[in-house]
């Protein structure tokens, strides 16, 4: 199975600044026929489901708002979120697709300082 | 709209089973895969599962295997996952999940939208 790490495990951040996790996976993620990287990143919060926030490492799901943004290839990602706004707490996962079996990310719980 | 809506809370008996349901509305139900995440008290995500409704294919997390069964009824648009053998450490909210993008033969198992969740209590 393919290992996916997050860090940090939480982070506190102060209004209007940047929010940055990282996710680091045990295989590249990068699928070379297309040149895409098969890794989502999601946002959970408090007694409701996650929700799709990013596809293809970068992609923003219609209707995210653009202080959500995603970088990075093969093994190393990071999501970015910035000027955090106070609905932004929540847990945030990473996960990859690329294989048939999918694995998450262990979460990481962003709240504000 | 894409719907996924689950079944309600079960509180089971160490040792029992349980099955819960996925309706899909929205959408064609055979062309796209459904997913089951569990999510324990306090803890992450964890995948377990995934079936092809146009053709019954599953695929199971090794965790898993020969304990949990998925099934679906293409006449209702409903996707069903049973666990059986149920200890303590079962207890979860157990969400379905449509993968993110089908085309022919082509999908993209991102997970878009998610159902509302289904708490399965372990308890003797």
């Known amino acids: 199975d393919i290992v996916m790490t997050q860090s940090p495990d939480s982070l506190a951040v102060s209004l209007g600044e940047r929010a940055t996790v990282k996710c680091k996976s045990s295989?590249?993620?990068?699928?070379?026929?297309?040149?895409?990287?098969?890794l989502a990143w999601y946002q959970q919060k408090a007694g409701q489901p996650p929700k799709l926030l990013l596809y293809w490492a970068s992609t923003r799901e219609s209707g995210v708002p653009d202080r959500f943004s995603g970088s990075g290839s093969g093994t190393d990602f990071t999501l970015t979120i910035s000027n955090l706004q106070p609905e932004d707490v929540a847990v945030y996962y990473c996960q990859q697709y690329y294989n048939v079996l999918q694995t998450f990310g262990q979460g990481t719980k962003v709240e504000i300082k | 709209q894409v719907h996924l809506v689950q079944s309600g809370a079960e509180v089971k008996k160490p040792g029992a089973s349980v099955k819960v349901s996925c309706k899909a509305s929205?959408?064609?139900?055979?062309?796209?895969?459904i997913h089951w995440v569990r999510q324990a008290p306090g803890q992450g995500l964890e995948w377990m599962a995934w079936i092809k409704p146009n053709s019954g294919d599953t695929k199971y997390a090794q965790k898993f295997q020969g304990r949990v069964t998925l099934t679906r009824d293409t006449s209702s648009s409903t996707a069903y996952m049973e666990l059986s053998r149920l200890t303590s450490d079962d207890t979860a909210v157990y969400y379905c999940?449509?993968?993110?993008?089908?085309?022919?033969?082509?999908?993209?198992?991102?997970?878009?939208?998610w159902g509302q969740g289904t708490l399965v209590t372990v308890s003797s």
């Open positions: 929205g959408y064609t139900f055979i062309d796209y895969y």
């Open positions: 295989q590249s993620l990068l699928y070379m026929s297309n040149n895409k990287n098969f």
């Open positions: 999940a449509r993968n993110g993008y089908s085309s022919g033969t082509v999908s993209y198992n991102w997970f878009d939208p």
